[in-house]
């Protein structure tokens, strides 16, 4: 198993303004991922953090609005570019030990864009 | 592309009687399924997961069922304890990629 820590855990952020997301797994796992999660509904991936390369964005998902690193095995960021309050939404970072398993969530990160 | 469907947004079942939480999904390909709780203020917490060459796996108190022939997966818990009132989401995946794609979500509220 892995245990995922994210931060911070929420924030009320401006509009245009950026917030970078941290997520911290307490063992090395082959895959990392994060997705949105907006008020009431389902969890939608956002994209693929690869290590030590761009990640894989699903469609409806860029590359300048969403920033994502991951410079090892353990750890990723997410940065929500340029804020809207249509950005408000819970961010959760996953993680796979072993391709084709489980996935780990995070408690998420809730964001409120004023 | 994949689409995964729940047939109830919300399902209320009294204490010690078993709840069945279904999902549907679209992609004929799709060879993993997992089932999450989700408690207010969390993330998705692992119950149970299948493979496509199984029709059926038991876990504590939950069994999850796989027809691959109708592309319908269900969740079963057996003597629903308050402690089970969650969302409860399916989700699939297909190959190695370990993406998944998610239902809808069903809220499971556990009446004493």
């Known amino acids: 198993s892995a245990v995922i820590s994210q931060k911070p855990s929420r924030d009320i952020c401006q509009r245009g303004t950026s917030l970078t997301i941290q997520c911290q797994v307490d063992?090395?796992?082959?895959?990392m991922f994060w997705y949105r999660q907006q008020p009431g509904q389902s969890l939608t991936l956002i994209a693929t953090?690869?290590?030590?390369?761009?990640?894989?964005?699903e469609s409806g998902f860029v590359i300048d609005k969403f920033p994502i690193s991951r410079p090892n095995l353990t750890f990723s960021t997410l940065t929500v570019s340029n804020m809207s309050p249509e950005d408000s939404s819970i961010y959760l970072c996953?993680?796979?030990?072993?391709?084709?398993?489980?996935?780990?969530f995070g408690q998420g990160t809730r964001l409120t864009v004023v | 592309g994949e689409s995964v469907g729940l047939h109830l947004p919300t399902l209320s079942v009294q204490e010690g009687d078993n709840s069945i939480i279904n999902c549907a999904y679209s992609?004929?390909?799709?060879?993993?399924f997992i089932w999450y709780k989700q408690e207010s203020g969390k993330g998705p917490q692992f119950i149970i997961d299948?493979?496509?060459?199984?029709d059926k796996r038991q876990g504590q108190r939950v069994t999850v069922l796989l027809n691959k022939t109708v592309k319908h997966l269900s969740l079963q818990i057996a003597a629903t304890q308050p402690g089970d009132s969650a969302v409860y989401f399916c989700?699939?995946?297909?190959?190695?990629?370990?993406?998944?794609?998610f239902g809808t979500g069903t809220r499971l509220q556990v009446t004493l």
């Open positions: 996953s993680a796979v030990v072993t391709a084709n398993t489980e996935a780990f």
């Open positions: 063992s090395q796992v082959t895959m």
């Open positions: 953090a690869n290590q030590g390369s761009e990640a894989t964005y």
């Open positions: 992609n004929s390909a799709s060879d993993y």
């Open positions: 299948i493979r496509s060459n199984m």
């Open positions: 989700a699939v995946a297909t190959g190695t990629a370990s993406k998944l794609t």
